[in-house]
């Protein structure tokens, strides 16, 4: 069964600067679509960055620049750094997996179709203060 395991994020003050990982069983990160989303309270759940089986990656106007996604297939392994944060990027972040359907494509779906992603991470809180 394919189990998503986060680990990471935590406390930072402005600026600073967090590293999430998302540890894969179950399930191949190489041969499909693994993103990044992040709901803050009241909010609704955002996509925040992409990365295809080809390596293609896609990310939020709001973290561009800053945020960088990637992925160590030999550790089975999702990654987000995050620099230069912000008190707006204080929320719950996931990882999420698609399905079959995006084996082996080079591109992903849309970070606002966050239906197409089957399998969730259990989330971990980023905070960040001024």
């Known amino acids: 069964q394919a189990q998503l395991v986060q680990s990471g994020g935590g406390s930072v003050q402005t600026g600073g600067s967090l590293r999430l990982s998302c540890a894969a069983s179950?399930?191949?990160?190489?041969?499909?679509?693994m993103g990044w989303f992040r709901q803050a309270p009241g909010k609704e759940r955002e996509g925040v960055a992409s990365?295809?089986?080809?390596?293609?990656?896609t990310y939020a106007d709001s973290v561009k620049g800053r945020f960088s996604i990637s992925r160590d297939n030999a550790k089975n392994t999702l990654y987000l750094q995050m620099n230069g944060l912000k008190p707006d990027d204080a929320a719950s972040y996931y990882c999420?997996?698609?399905?079959?359907?995006?084996?082996?494509?080079?591109?992903?779906?849309?970070?606002?179709?966050?239906?197409?992603?089957?399998?969730w991470g259990q989330g971990t809180q980023v905070t960040v203060s001024s």
């Open positions: 999420a997996g698609t399905g079959p359907a995006w084996s082996g494509t080079s591109w992903c779906p849309r970070l606002i179709d966050r239906g197409d992603y089957n399998f």
């Open positions: 179950g399930y191949k990160i190489a041969n499909r679509c």
């Open positions: 990365i295809s089986s080809t390596g293609s990656t």
